[in-house]
């Protein structure tokens, strides 16, 4: 029988994939990568684009199409048989990744191919393909002497392994807690909504009453809305708690020792590679020249809204004394109070919102707003074969009705898929072999609160958002036009530029323009009424200051992080965030927090000493959005613009250099700090 994994001509076959099946699919290719590899490699010089790096590109290919659903199934499906197959996969992958990264006759071909005659005949994007190879086969430790190459392949290994341990730790810590209440008295202030999500989740357990978990719709209605103090300060210790020695499962799903490892290991694999820390190791591929410069511009923004923070939190404490709460704020006092100081003054909240966005209808209506802004049309495919019964497929056509992506979409929260928002590549956009273009296809996948009974799905603004910002991505990873895998999509931008698209997207989420186009009670009807419109725009720049130094916090301590490991002290995790804390954050958690044990972000994604990217992404997509203002937010020719030179492009220019083409000049700061509210000091 065929194995489903490898008999996949168009699209992967999720309704015959089983964990059986992975391990021998990805020894398959494995061996016959290796094989095909050797063959080449004998036969000599000469060596072009045509002959070797075409059929190189095929091979990983290949491989990215066997193992992206196994991944994608391992985060949304997740089961011990699934995992036991996953990991058994992991080294692997790291061994033949860095097996090929340190093989010093490839490392030759190619750069026998880069001091060719043909070089300079390549397209831009081939070029780029090549030089970013050669990169990172000096990144891979392919000059490292052959002892060091041995030590190098076992750390990177290692580290494959340990990420995945964090990742499933948290995920096993996040489904280990529930509290099931009895008394409904427990859960005042919290929408009926929310209470009839806890009840399902109860009777899906066969239990009567209320089952709270630390899945994010769950413990966010509790943060929010709960009026009983001790409830929320309960869910707040569990969940703050995860994966550490302390809280209701302290030990037993402990990440502290698998931070260490990774932390140590990341510094001494920038060590053999010439770099004096980790940080350095990670701008190697990212648009910022040094550690310094981006503490630089995180200590910039820092100085910019930090007094609006400390006003924004003095403010809030004041509010909260004056209705009978504390006299000092606790973490689990900040988002009840919020919303309820942001309701006394906009006269509006998240709960308010929520029945003018049925899910269907906010899917329905983003698909209009790109259809405005690039000229696609998007349409849902029946019979697809998927992985649960709440995923959807689509495809995307342009004006001319080429088909230029596919993709999943997959919506709610459920028990066994991790937490969070992503987009992940599903099929890269290449010209194959045989000159056929390949199709690209992608993962959205979001975490919003399910329908419950008969009842629509309803999201909050910020769910509204999110479902935007993912599906900015997918248009970076879909839109492209480049058909070489190594550059096409987000493959090969710069880590730092890759949350261009999405933050961009997210703006029309604040436009009345593109609201009407899907803004509807999922009841009557109504368009979103201008009253609550405008309350909502006033509120955008609500508790603006504390939004940013939250992210400033979690961004320096990554990077100080990495970059100020000392092997005879060891990472100083708890030590480095407590720093970096009494710096820049407004309000002190309690000692038992344990937030870098859930900051899965860097220690299981690819964000390690990166996180700063999103606040740098934020200042690119601010001031490209902020060229629709002065044009008009749905001008058909800036969306052109910035499909042709953004969206399209992918990795096969400088990002800097793609920036430019679209907005006439270097970035500014001053559009994300107007987004803000915040007045520049000068």
Known sequence: MANPLLDTPDLPRFDSIRPEHIEPAIDEVLADNRERIRRRLEQGAPFTWENFAAPMDEMADRLDRTWAPVSHLNAVVNSP??????????????DYATELGQNE????????????????????????????TLRDFRLSGVALPEKEKARFKALKSELSRLTTTFANNLLDATNAWSLTLTEEARLAGIPASSRAMFRQAA????????????????????????EDRSLRETVYHAFITRASDV?????????????????????????????????????????????????????????????????????????????????????????????????????????????????DRVVEGLF????????????????VPVWHPDVRFFEIHDREGELRGRFYLDLYARKHKRGGAWMADCIQRRRCEDGSLQVPAAFLT???????????????????????????????????????????????????????????????????????????????????????????????????????????????FDLILHQEYDPETGARV??????????????????????????????AGGYAAGYYS?????????????????????????????????????????????????????????????????????
């Open 81 to 94: 048989e699934l995992r036991e197959a996953y990991e058994a996969c992991l080294p692997k992958l790291s």
């Open 105 to 132: 006759k490839l490392y030759h071909a190619y750069e026998a191919i880069r001091s060719g005659d043909g070089f300079e005949h390549l397209s831009m994007e081939r070029q780029k393909v090549i030089d970013n």
């Open 203 to 226: 009777e899906a357990e066969g239990e009567s009453g209320w089952r709270i978990t630390l899945d994010f719709p769950s413990f966010i209605a509790v943060m929010t809305h709960a």
């Open 247 to 359: 809280g209701p499962h302290g030990g037993r799903w402990d990440n502290s020792p698998v931070m260490e490892r990774i932390l140590a290991i990341r510094h001494e694999i920038a060590g053999m590679l010439g770099f004096a820390n980790y940080a350095e190791r990670s701008l190697a591929t990212k648009m910022a020249d040094s550690p310094e410069a981006v503490l630089e511009f995180l200590e910039q923004l820092a100085e910019q809204a930090l007094p609006r923070a400390r006003e924004e939190i003095r403010e809030l404490a004041e509010f909260a004394r004056d209705a009978g709460g504390p006299d000092a704020l606790a973490p689990w006092d900040v988002p009840f109070y919020s919303e309820q100081l942001r309701e006394v003054r906009f006269s509006i909240t998240q709960e308010q919102l929520k029945p003018y966005f049925p899910a």
């Open 368 to 383: 209009r707003v790109v259809r405005r802004l690039f000229g696609i049309r998007v349409t849902e495919r029946e019979g």
């Open 446 to 556: 979001c975490n919003f609160s399910p329908p419950v009974g008969d009842e629509p799905a309803l999201l909050t603004h910020d769910e509204v958002t999110t479902l935007f910002h993912e599906f900015g991505h997918g248009l970076h990873h879909l839109l492209t036009r480049i058909e070489t895998a190594g550059v096409a999509g987000i493959q090969g931008v710069a880590w730092d530029a890759v949350e261009l698209p999405s933050q961009f997207l997210e703006n029309w989420c604040w436009e009345r323009d593109a609201l009407d186009l899907f803004a509807r009670h999922h009841e009557t009807g109504e368009p979103l009424p201008d009253t609550l419109f405008e309350n909502m725009r006033a509120a955008r720049q609500f508790q603006s200051g504390m939004q940013m130094v939250r992210q400033l916090e979690f961004s320096l």
């Open 574 to 603: 708890q030590d480095t965030l407590d720093e970096v804390r009494r710096q820049v954050a407004v309000i002190q958690p309690p000692e038992y927090n344990r937030f870098q044990h859930g900051f899965a972000h860097i220690f």
């Open 614 to 682: 999103y606040k740098w992404a934020e200042v690119l997509s601010a001031d490209a959005y902020s060229r629709f203002e002065e044009d008009g937010v749905f001008n058909e020719r800036t969306g052109a613009d910035f499909l042709v030179h953004i969206l399209e492009r992918g990795g096969s220019d400088d990002p800097m250099s793609l920036f430019k083409a679209f907005r006439g000049r270097e970035p500014s700061i001053d559009p994300l700090l107007r987004q803000y509210g915040i007045t520049a000091e000068t």
